[in-house]
């Protein structure tokens, strides 16, 4: 029983002063060229009408034409075709190893087409939906066609791309990339939402990448909750799957933290009249 309680005591100590020393730097840490503009809600997939439509040209045009400064994209690196595939659905497999993906308007749809269409002075928040699965080899292979599509407009620097995976996502870094790690914390009412989001803030102090994404959670049992807030303190937030609640959205817009919100979940929803600008 001594020798228990002695190993639990250890690693408390430890966890403590990790957690310590972690807040202590993070001012540090943290990258002063992190999007910091007052119009914060993005459209999630563009303004779409049907559920083919998300993701689609179209919807992406139409969330910049009402407003947004920044859209949130799904998609895919397909190594055969060294091509970055916009879509949401994970594709099919054939017979002979081919990758279909859902056509937009009859045909696939690539971040190239988007950048080369929609890129002046516009960000993108980039689902990278299979980055966590990539070999060494095709990251560095992904990586080098990125390079190229992203010279438009200099839209490299408005890029951010989202994985779950801190050793993946900082390939994507030490590329001059911004990238978000993406991470499920417990919500308020778990007993162990303190040390859920503690121990994602470890990864994202150790591993080298530029802010956080997470989903908001429910109304009434939030994981973006005061615990989470207090544990994250200092570090740039990218919240999605935010509820449609015109008081949240106007409190979370003027939190300093909070950088980018996608407003609901699975539906076209157009909220770029929420912004923490101040009216002269």
């Keep these: 029983m001594k020798y228990i309680i002695s190993i639990i005591l250890f690693f408390t100590l430890l966890y403590n002063g990790v957690i310590f020393y972690i807040d202590k730097n993070m001012p540090q840490r943290v ?12 459209s999630s997939r563009g303004i779409y009408n049907s559920w083919p439509e998300q993701n689609s040209l179209l919807a992406f045009k ?7 400064i920044g859209i949130e994209v799904d998609f895919y690196y397909d190594v055969k075709m060294n091509r970055f595939i916009i879509s949401h659905n994970r594709p099919k497999k054939d017979k002979e190893g081919n990758l279909h993906y859902t056509l937009k308007n009859g045909k696939l749809l690539t971040l190239e087409e988007l950048f080369k269409e929609t890129a002046k002075g516009h960000y993108y928040w980039l689902d990278y939906k299979n980055l966590d699965r990539l070999s060494d080899e095709d990251a560095q292979k992904a990586i080098k066609r990125l390079n190229i599509i992203t010279k438009v407009d200099n839209v490299k620097e408005r890029v951010y791309l989202e994985g779950s995976t801190p050793w993946h996502i900082e390939d994507y870094t030490n590329a001059g990339y911004k990238t978000l790690f993406a991470f499920q914390p417990l919500p308020h009412s778990s007993i162990i939402a303190s040390l859920s989001s503690n121990i994602y803030k470890i990864a994202y102090y ?7 994404a997470m989903p908001y959670g429910k109304l009434d049992d939030a994981k973006y909750n005061v615990i989470t807030q207090k544990n994250l303190k200092g570090i740039p937030t990218f919240l999605f799957h935010v ?14 933290d909070v950088r980018v919100l996608l407003v609901g979940r699975d539906e076209s929803i157009s909220r770029p009249d929420i912004t923490s600008c101040s009216v002269n």
């Design 243 to 256: 509820p449609n609640d015109d008081a949240l959205l106007h409190k979370l817009v003027k939190k300093k």
């Design 62 to 68: 139409r969330a910049f034409e009402v407003g947004h």
């Design 31 to 42: 990258q002063a060229s992190v999007y910091d503009n007052c119009h914060k809600v993005w």
């Design 206 to 212: 150790f591993y080298d990448m530029t802010a956080i």
